[in-house]
């Protein structure tokens, strides 16, 4: 072993060593979203449409995250969605800017963006499907 390796690893590994340990754990946004709102869902066995429509609900995590936690059959059970009827369906209600009628107005609201008409649309789709 040559003098000049001896020396690098007398000098460098105290620093590496050093780095390593003080970095602690770490953090990043897969790591907060798991905390926020848990394991993925398995979407096994849920409509072709779904997938899609979890997929826009995304622009709502920051105000309504655990419906990315909902599985297709919980959307419809807690009653933000009525089986082939997006009129009725809370979920359809709110992303449609509504101003008028029962239940929650103006979606989304505090600047964040609203869901685009093709998403609607395929929210449309999947309810009238299901």
């Not at 209600?93 to 009628?101: A, D, E, I, P």
Request: glycine share 8%; proline share 8%.
């Amino acid at each position: 072993m040559s003098l000049y390796k001896i020396v690098r690893s007398i000098i460098i590994f105290p620093i590496v060593l050093l780095l390593s340990v003080s970095c602690g754990p770490v953090e990043n946004s897969a790591t907060s979203d798991k905390s926020k709102f848990g394991p993925p869902i398995d979407i096994t066995g849920s409509t072709p449409l779904f997938a899609s429509v979890r997929a826009s609900l995304t622009k709502c995590q920051n105000c309504h995250g655990n419906w990315l936690s909902l599985t297709e059959s919980q959307f419809v059970s807690t009653g933000l969605v009525v089986k082939g009827s997006p009129e009725g369906s809370q979920l359809y209600f709110r992303n449609q800017l509504s101003t008028t009628g029962p239940g929650p107005k103006n979606m989304p609201t505090m600047g964040y963006p609203a869901m685009t008409s093709a998403e609607v649309q395929t929210m449309i789709d999947w309810i009238n499907g299901l």
